[in-house]
């Protein structure tokens, strides 16, 4: 069998961008949630905030050093495997991605560094400050990488030159069309992501019955943002959706499973779409609800697949399942939402074992939804690279050969099995320690090394001989 | 856009700049790993990873921001370079995760120290010759068709490359040994004075190699060093008095000298490369004008830089600073 670079290429990507997403996702709303324990206890005085500020501070800090080590491995992806694309967007996406760095290095270099081990090194409100730098830098660096993924969905502000874009204007090439659903939409499934996470966490030390009082007050506070995040990032995906109908038809095309462009179109709830055949089989819907969700209008027109040539298509099963599955995901974080807010009277939220346990499984749910979404995003815009401008076979690198991107694509899945496994198994011996390991004073004769996020953590990676 | 000056110029000072940032400082900590296996004993080992856990993805910094930096002002290079060492890559990024995260978990480990041990040192090895065999792969230069690699998948892999990536590694090590010098005692530094000069002489005789051979394969480089006899000849000269000063500083067992010299080393063979090659960034037919960016580009991105790279610098000499003296034992005290 002739091996495909092109195919191999874009399983590599999506490979090694899943498994960096999952961190930055977290982190980002982690961030946030720190900065808002620090703020309550530095308002309040009341100590839980602080146990609990000490405690997710070691797990962002594992989880941000996992996340910046996958990232080195993203910023040269474009250039082995999308030479092509790399060339023709360099004027543009180079600063972009450039800049991206630049946030990350000045927040390490800086406030990082106070946020994990300056707390008894500077004044609380200082300590404070640092906490809500991170934070914001978080969402910086994220506007970088959302302002260039934006660009090639909704490109604009460029004009091509002699096989090279040349940025007309920065500002229509940072902030596309799409641009600002995306980074809302991003930025809630981050905060939502921290959210059910916290939850969850929660969830089962109140069920190992430990540290009850904080991590009462922790799920509770997590529940309250669960009950405004979920139903708001549904009206935001709601506009994010009307925004790709506007700019990328053929995505919200596949996304439904709609082959033909007509009125009154249903929601499929169920459906096996069949590229070959252009066609669904085994359809359940519901009579014109997408037409109504889509253009505000019972018989509103949309768009179908057809109204593209085969090649121009996406592939459609992928696109229409992990759609649902990211909305089926959402709309059981609202249910679990309203679950929390029915229990709260007399604080039986955090006496529901049932609930409780539903929460911990939960936790998984926001890393799911966020991959399922980018690949949503993502896989609706094959065949193009930059829609509408460039397809994936035209950003291939040239000289690269079959074998080449099997090579790699086995080489990258092997060294993050090996990795990450052990990162995730750390991160989970962290998690075992909970509060009270990361309340512990600990020994001091392991030599303290600022620059480095792992050291904020003190667990141990195996047993002890 | 009016263009006022050549921030080209202004740019391959930055990049280059920051290579050799790169070069020097994570040079003496892959040189750790590489001299790992066979250090005296797993006390030393603690010791010398130890020396340079507080510092060495600080060192690393500059290697991203390089190659971010590449790709906004020299896109040609980034896009002819990468693809042209697609496998070293792909090593090299493999070799310096294997090895990050054994300066994580090896201070973390009980029973399984002994395999972050080995990913530290394979991992450092395999990065420091990826990054030596790039220097050789740029030395050959690249097969292009219009502004597009169009060579093999091993192009870069020559017993020419296998030479210089050796070469690095050596220097890597060298660099790592007088590091060692300068920032420990005893049984370790009595080892690190004994492996230095070995060290030098198998850098001394890649140089050796590498200077023979490449006036051969590159007209370009024999005519700028022997038709015109000119002032760059200070440049090998100097190479050669500062192996001078590392062996004699070795022999009267100075702590500093060893690896200030070092440095001197790598610092005066990378401006005689230059030298050698400039203004071609991705030879043989590409100068840093043809692989530059857009203006507006370069501009755009030189703001953030001149902002963030003071701030780097000092936290870099803030870092140094606090973790300056002797390593102890169990780490800094």
């Given at each position: 069998?002739?091996?495909?670079p092109?195919?191999l290429s874009?399983i590599q990507f999506?490979f090694v ?56 491995v993203?910023?040269f992806q474009?250039?082995t495997n ?315 690198t040239?000289?690269l050969t079959g074998g080449m991107a099997l090579f790699t694509l086995i080489g990258y899945i092997v060294v ?50 | ?85 697609y496998i070293g890559v792909f090593l090299?990024l493999a ?58 998948a ?180």
């Amino acid at each position: 069998m002739e091996l495909d670079p092109l195919i191999l290429s874009r399983i590599q990507f999506a490979f090694v961008v899943c498994f960096h997403a999952i961190f930055p996702v977290f982190t980002i709303g982690l961030a946030s949630t720190i900065a808002g324990f620090e703020a309550l206890h530095f308002k309040t005085g009341n100590p839980v905030w602080l146990k609990l500020s000490k405690f997710w501070i070691q797990v962002f800090a594992v989880v941000f050093g996992i996340g910046v080590v996958s990232g080195i491995v993203m910023s040269f992806q474009f250039g082995t495997n999308w030479s092509n694309f790399s060339y023709a967007t360099a004027n543009f996406l180079g600063p972009v991605l450039s800049y991206e760095v630049l946030t990350a290095f000045f927040l390490e270099a800086s406030f990082l560094g106070v946020l994990l081990f300056g707390r008894d090194k500077v004044p609380q409100g200082v300590h404070l400050f640092a906490a809500i730098m991170v934070a914001t830098g978080t969402f910086i660096s994220s506007f970088w990488i959302l302002a260039a993924n934006s660009l090639m969905q909704t490109p604009d502000g460029l004009e091509m030159i002699n096989g090279m874009y040349v940025v007309r204007s920065w500002t229509d090439a940072l902030f596309t069309a799409s641009f600002g659903y995306r980074f809302m939409h991003m930025g809630l499934a981050s905060f939502l992501t921290a959210a059910l996470v916290v939850a969850g966490v929660s969830a089962w030390f109140i069920l190992q019955k430990r540290e009850l009082e904080a991590n009462r007050k922790a799920l509770s506070v997590s529940l309250w943002f669960l009950l405004i995040l979920a139903p708001a990032q549904t009206i935001v995906g709601d506009y994010h959706g009307l925004n790709t109908l506007k700019h990328q038809p053929t995505k919200v095309a596949a996304m439904e499973g709609n082959w033909e462009t007509q009125t009154g179109v249903p929601l499929l709830l169920f459906a096996i779409p069949d590229q070959e055949a252009q066609t669904n089989h085994f359809e359940i819907a519901i009579p014109k609800l997408a037409s109504l969700i889509l253009t505000h209008d019972w018989d509103g027109e949309v768009p179908g697949l057809k109204e593209v040539a085969v090649e121009e298509q996406p592939p459609v099963f992928v696109v229409f399942w992990s759609f649902r599955i990211m909305v089926g995901l959402g709309l059981l974080m609202i249910v679990f939402a309203l679950w929390g807010l029915v229990l709260r009277p007399g604080g039986r939220y955090h006496q529901t074992p049932l609930f409780l346990n539903g929460l911990r499984l939960m936790s998984l749910s926001p890393f799911i939804a966020v991959l399922a979404g980018w690949v949503v995003t993502e896989t609706g815009r094959a065949p193009w690279l930059i829609y509408g401008q460039m397809t994936h076979a035209q950003g291939l690198t040239p000289s690269l050969t079959g074998g080449m991107a099997l090579f790699t694509l086995i080489g990258y899945i092997v060294v993050y099995s090996l990795v990450f496994s052990a990162g995730i198994y750390y991160l989970l011996k962290v998690f075992r320690g909970g509060l009270e390991k990361a309340n512990a004073p600990h020994e001091m004769d392991e030599i303290e090394r600022p620059t480095r996020p792992f050291s904020a953590a003190h667990a141990a990676i195996d047993e002890e001989v | 856009m009016e263009q006022t000056f050549d921030l080209t110029i202004i740019w391959a000072g930055l990049i280059g700049f920051g290579l050799m940032m790169y070069v020097l400082m994570d040079g003496f900590d892959l040189g750790q790993g590489i001299l790992f296996p066979f250090a005296p004993n797993e006390k030393a080992r603690d010791t010398m990873m130890n020396s340079v856990a507080p510092i060495w993805d600080g060192n690393e910094t500059w290697l991203v921001l390089g190659g971010a930096g590449l790709l906004a002002a020299f896109p040609l290079v980034y896009s002819v370079f990468l693809p042209a060492l697609y496998i070293g890559v792909f090593l090299l990024l493999a070799g310096l995760i294997f090895r990050g995260i054994a300066f994580e978990f090896r201070f973390k480990a009980n029973k399984s120290k002994h395999l972050w041990s080995w990913s530290f040192a394979v991992g450092s090895t395999v990065a420091s010759f990826a990054q030596g065999a790039v220097v050789g792969a740029y030395i050959q230069g690249f097969e292009t068709e219009g502004f597009v690699y169009s060579g093999g998948a091993l192009d870069w892999l020559t017993p020419f490359t296998v030479i210089t990536g050796l070469g690095l590694v050596a220097g890597y090590a060298l660099l790592g040994s007088t590091w060692l010098i300068l920032k420990t005692e005893g049984e370790l530094q009595e080892w690190a004075y004994k492996i230095t000069p070995r060290l030098l002489g198998a850098l001394l005789a890649v140089f050796v190699i590498v200077s023979i051979y490449t006036p051969f394969i590159d007209e370009t480089v024999k005519n700028r060093w022997f038709e015109n006899i000119s002032i760059i000849w200070v440049l090998p000269a100097l190479v050669a008095y500062c192996a001078f000063v590392v062996i004699r500083s070795v022999q009267k067992k100075q702590e500093g000298m060893p690896f200030v010299a070092t440095m001197g080393i790598f610092l005066f063979s990378y401006l005689a490369l230059i030298a050698s090659k400039w203004p071609y960034i991705v030879p043989p037919k590409f100068t840093i004008w043809d692989a530059a960016s857009a203006y507006n580009s370069q501009l755009f991105l030189l703001l953030g830089f001149l902002f963030v790279i003071p701030i780097i610098l000092g936290y870099t000499s803030w870092t140094y600073w606090v973790f300056r003296g002797k390593v102890k034992e169990g780490g800094y005290h």
